[in-house]
């Protein structure tokens, strides 16, 4: 008697350890995973995170620029730092020369620079370098940034 209840024991306390590992949530998903690996974020972390935890269908929202998050242009690249505490999924950029008519366009036919990524909070992320350009000094952009 006292082996089987030995073995329940030992049953139920290697179940708990096991569905006692892992992560609760997608956010902790990716913090610890880029943690192990050195500070580095990449495709592949989100990637299996994101199995781990599919997307819910909660609505994107647009963030707040200089509330929720900042967005610069240094040189040809644009970087966005993350102030909020969401997880930015979406970063788009229209470039234009300073003075000229941005003209007619649509957000929704523009790509979006972060896909397969995100911007944890508190973090500051380069979004893309445009090789393209001729004169950077006179470039200026709208931009437009959601969860």
């Known amino acids: 008697m006292i082996k089987i209840i030995n073995k329940i024991t ?3 306390i290697t179940a708990f350890v096991i569905t ?3 992560y609760s949530s997608y956010n902790e998903c990716t913090k610890e995973e880029i943690r192990k690996n050195g500070g580095k974020s990449n495709g592949s972390i989100f990637s299996y ?3 781990k935890f599919p997307q819910t269908t909660k609505k994107s929202s647009t963030l707040k620029q200089d509330v929720d998050y900042v967005i610069s242009m240094k040189g040809n690249e644009v970087f966005v730092r993350n102030y909020s505490k969401e997880y930015i999924r979406v970063v788009k950029v229209k470039l234009k020369y300073c003075g000229s008519d941005i003209g007619e366009f649509s957000w ?3 790509k979006n620079y972060l896909a397969g ?3 944890i909070p508190g973090w500051e992320e380069k979004v893309v370098t445009f090789t393209d350009l001729t004169d950077v000094k006179n470039i200026c952009f709208y931009h437009l940034v959601k969860t």
């Open 117 to 119: 990524r995100s911007i």
């Open 108 to 110: 929704d036919d523009e």
């Open 49 to 51: 995170c994101r199995e």
């Open 20 to 22: 006692s590992c892992g």
């Open 10 to 12: 030992l049953v139920i």
